[in-house]
């Protein structure tokens, strides 16, 4: 056998992923050299992608033009082959939601610390988030075309566009996603948990944003029953951190200083 029926046999049995360690254990008599040509021309050829270090997709005949398969493709077993545990973060799991307005051009993955050492030129479709531990219990899952993938609910992925602002281009476009999100926001019993796995000062501005900018006072107040049960006092906090909140104006109810401007998009 070589390594190209061995590749075909492996997608027609439903296997469309491997690592380059199940090819030496398949080919005990090939050198590395050997293996790594054969991957190298099979890739040249678009039967195969590389998506990430060792880590091999066998392009399936919808993406074979391009050349390039989406990452909703593959995510879960290349989380698998990593052995981390993961979700699909920001504007991905919004538009996975139904928040569909600005299509993303990237694919935000969720993951625990440490670090990926791979660098970015390797996969630049994939922008990865690091915790210290994944609230799984905020989780939601759905069939793929090769699986099983997890993504943030609805209430996580609101507090993730917040804190993690900067990745998606600025609270202007998380307001704008959370607009289309308010209609499953339900906080009720945030405080409990869900509160635990994010900063105070993003609840602020959080509800700042739902309750000025998108006037969803009825989920602000429950954001803001859960924040007061959570902590009794809170301090001040800028909108914008990376902007001055010198002579801010104050929004006295969530203790946000005002320092920036923020407009929705047209829906």
Excluded: C
């Excluded at 190209?4 to 492996?10: A, L, M, T």
């Excluded at 678009?46 to 391009?66: C, E, M, N, S, W």
């Excluded at 991905?92 to 139904?98: E, H, Q, R, V, Y």
């Excluded at 299509?103 to 922008?127: A, G």
């Amino acid at each position: 056998m070589t390594i190209k029926k061995w590749i075909r046999d492996r997608e027609i049995s439903g296997y469309p992923t491997f690592s380059v360690n199940d090819v030496r254990l398949t080919f005990p008599n090939y050198s590395e050299q050997v293996i790594k040509n054969e991957l190298f021309r099979l890739s040249s050829q678009g039967i195969l992608y590389p998506v990430y270090r060792g880590f091999y997709v066998i392009i399936p005949p919808q993406y074979a033009a391009k050349r390039m398969v989406p990452p909703i493709y593959y995510i879960d077993q290349l989380m698998s082959y990593l052995n981390k545990p993961y979700y699909i973060s920001l504007l991905n799991a919004a538009a996975i939601l139904g928040a569909a307005h600005q299509r993303p051009q990237k694919f935000s993955v969720m993951t625990v610390f440490p670090k990926s050492t791979v660098s970015s030129s390797k996969n630049n479709l994939l922008v990865w988030g690091y915790r210290k531990e994944i609230p799984s219990d905020f989780l939601l899952s759905k069939n793929s075309e090769t699986g099983i993938i997890n993504y943030s609910n609805a209430e996580l992925t609101a507090i993730d566009i917040v804190q993690y602002e900067q990745y998606i281009g600025g609270l202007s476009r998380a307001a704008t996603i959370l607009d289309e999100l308010t209609e499953k926001l339900d906080f009720r019993g945030a405080s409990g948990n869900l509160f635990n796995y994010t900063s105070i000062a993003t609840i602020q501005r959080l509800g700042y944003i739902l309750e000025d900018i998108l006037k969803q006072k009825e989920i602000a107040d429950v954001l803001h029953t859960e924040l007061q049960s959570y902590v009794k006092h809170f301090r001040y906090v800028p909108l914008r951190t990376q902007k001055s909140d010198e002579n801010a104006e104050k929004n006295t109810r969530w203790k946000v200083y005002i320092n920036s401007i923020i407009e929705t998009d047209e829906i």
